[in-house]
């Protein structure tokens, strides 16, 4: 068996790659009220010393798919709930863009207090809550897990390979449940030579978990039935428009690989 960072076969049909998780042990699940309970009174790391509001999840809990991002920021904090700020308005549009309602997604994080200033999390942070995240995944039972930006897809993956290597093919999380990395929204909102490429890069991922979802491609430029765009999510702010335009990106993947990563890649 390889090594969890070993870098993972290229030409397997279907690409499902199973990546080990050295905490692949059975976990105790407790039920999501009685655990979001847990995680709202937690202190296990510094974290809960500067938090306002340790952040449980939004969406649905029976949800066939879950987004998992980093960490909350300053409006998550305040406001208690995962993906409101920015980066949560262009999820929201992403999952629109899928033909899907901020209902029919489960949305969570990683790390459930906010890192002062936004920074990374630590390691003994991640491994004081990722197993709160474990508890959410095995209740909601999902058949995709979207994993956003390096602390997620590595966490989530047991593995130290950044996101650009690791987006746009399928993984395991824990060996049994498909896992599409990509990139975060926040990295998707910054303005940067390959934010367009970028962009091409999350919508064609997450057109893979269309496919496999079964879901149909909406029309374009359209929302599903149903769907109230977010507070000032159809703002002309061509930076966080999304999907990203048809016409193809003018640099090629080779020439656009970027030489600093940002936290949330
Ligand atoms: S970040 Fe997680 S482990 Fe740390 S205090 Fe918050 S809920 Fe507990």
Redesign the pocket.
Known sequence: MSGPDSTPPLSLEPATVPIPVSDSKPITVRALPMLEQI?KA???????KT?IN?VFARGNPQAKLCFVGE?PGADEDEQGLPFVGKAGQLLDRMIAAMGLTPNDVYVCNI???RPPGNRR?TAV?TT??IP?LHEQLANVQPKVIVAMGNTSAQALLDTKLGITRLRGEWKLYRGKTLLMPTYHPSYLLRESPIQKLSKQEAWEDLQKVMKELGLPPPPKGTHPPGYRPPPDADAPTPSVAFPPSANPPSASPTSATPTKKSPEE
């Open positions: 995680v937690c202190t296990k790391c510094e974290l809960s938090r340790a960490a790390i459930k207090c999390p942070e004081s809550c709160y």
